[in-house]
């Protein structure tokens, strides 16, 4: 057994409500574990906890732009690269077209977001429809392909050796957020009856990074029939009604949309923003000291971000402060905008995380000085 040393302490000026009402002239800075979930405690700061002058080595905030990575690529085992550690693999897969092939992954559990595009999914349990801002979870060893209408951007996010949850929503229900009823599945209609064939199909199969094929002299997608609990299941972010408070600016936690055991990913959608006149309008500044941090912004105007633009990631290290860009911050302390206009996709990892040498390629290299306050 273990437990925290959880205890309150307080030192000098603070506000008593965490995120409210700060002391003049000050700046707060959440001090946390575990994400947002465990200890924290709050420090009120007589400068941004951001307004460094120089930023050298490699826990530097990174950005990196990949509307700049235009390779198409018919399988998504030759998706880009981003990020990877041991528990999850992150890559974006541009594709159109038909694919000629199917694909499973032995690794595990994979979950698509579609970042742009539409077409048809085939895979074990039947077919399904996809268009643009939908999660598709796909379990561990499932056989799938996609077909198409035209080009299609699509995050491919992998919970190595693990398996996607729904978050435990606590005081608010089961049914907060989104409804486990709003979670489409495959169906076998005339899509699927369409695609049934003898003719000889390949399988490549992924496992430990390494590729298999398997031939058979038929579509082994062909089910006449199942039932269970284990399968693929779909759900747009237009079905998500994020957790919001006019007088309290809730933590990203709040957004948790999917989890595994050493990562969770949050989905931040258009929302009213807070109202009282002492509640923070932006994020707060915080330092996450056992997370890295990756959002990937997918449409919109992004309410705490300076120059960023959809198709841009950001990966903010554990061990540093950070949170609003400072035309973020002036626009959110003037209370000029009265709702979020953005979509992104968060994913905070228990791990490190290491970059692919393709993300290199396409890096904001000055992205650590946007933090600077504009002469």
Request: aromatic share 12%; glycine share 8%.
């Amino acid at each position: 057994m273990k437990e925290w040393m959880r205890f309150s302490k307080t030192e000098g000026k603070t506000s008593r409500q965490a995120h409210c009402d700060l002391p003049e002239a000050s700046f707060e800075r959440e001090f946390g574990r575990e994400g947002f979930f465990g200890p924290v405690s709050h420090l009120y700061h007589a400068h941004k906890p951001t307004a460094w002058i120089k930023f050298n080595g490699p826990l530097k905030p990174r950005a990196f732009d990949y509307t700049k990575h235009t390779h198409i690529s018919h399988s998504p085992w030759q998706a880009v690269p981003v990020f990877h550690n041991a528990y999850m693999q992150f890559r974006i897969w541009r594709t159109s077209g038909k694919m000629d092939h199917l694909v499973a992954n032995g690794d595990g559990d994979e979950l698509l977001f579609i970042h742009s595009g539409s077409g048809h999914l085939f895979c074990d349990f039947g077919h399904m429809e996809f268009r643009e801002g939908d999660y598709i979870m796909l379990p561990r060893g499932s056989m799938w392909r996609v077909e198409c209408d035209a080009e299609a951007s699509i995050l491919l996010i992998e919970a190595t050796n693990d398996g996607y949850r729904l978050p435990v929503k606590g005081v608010v229900g089961p049914h907060a957020i989104f409804d486990p009823a709003m979670l489409d599945t495959p169906a076998l209609n005339n899509h699927f009856d369409a695609q049934r064939s003898t003719k000889e199909t390949t399988l490549v199969v992924k496992r430990r990074g390494a590729l298999t094929t398997i031939t058979y002299a038929h579509n082994p997608l062909d089910a006449l029939g199942w039932k269970g609990d284990n399968l693929p299941v779909k759900v747009n972010w237009r079905s998500i009604r994020p957790l919001m408070s006019h007088r309290y600016h809730v933590p990203p936690s709040a957004h948790t949309t999917f989890l595994a055991s050493r990562f969770v990913v949050c989905t931040f959608t258009p929302r009213p923003i807070e109202t009282d006149p002492g509640a923070l309008k932006v994020p707060f500044f915080h330092s996450n000291n056992d997370y890295d941090e990756i959002i990937f912004y997918h449409q919109g105007n992004f309410f705490s971000r300076d120059n960023i633009h959809p198709g841009m990631i950001t990966l903010h290290p554990c061990g540093f402060p950070h949170g609003p860009h400072p035309g973020a911050f002036k626009v959110g302390a003037k209370s000029e905008r009265k709702e979020t206009d953005e979509v992104a996709i968060m994913i905070d990892t228990r791990d490190a995380v290491d970059i692919a040498p393709e993300a290199t390629q396409v890096e904001w290299a000055g992205y650590a000085d946007s933090w600077k306050e504009p002469t």
